[in-house]
């Protein structure tokens, strides 16, 4: 599903990033270029990028993010 369609975001390169050791929103923005066109998205990708950051820090949950990428 679609995060940003400005820039063609989907959820899972969202996870990717975060799997690939992003551990912020500006971060991922800055690899991802999510919420940087109409902006109309930015609310709904840093809670989906809060959330991957969130399940990135309990054990065992990058393998399982990478495995969703
Ligand atoms: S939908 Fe993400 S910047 Fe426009």
Known sequence: M???ICHA???RD???AVAAGATSFQEVQDQLSVATG???CRD???RYVQQCLDDAGTADAIPALS???
Do not use: M
């Open 2 to 4: 679609y995060v940003c």
């Open 9 to 11: 975001v989907r959820e």
């Open 14 to 16: 969202i996870i990717r």
């Open 38 to 40: 109409c902006g109309s």
């Open 44 to 46: 709904e990708a840093n």
């Open 67 to 69: 495995a969703l990428a």
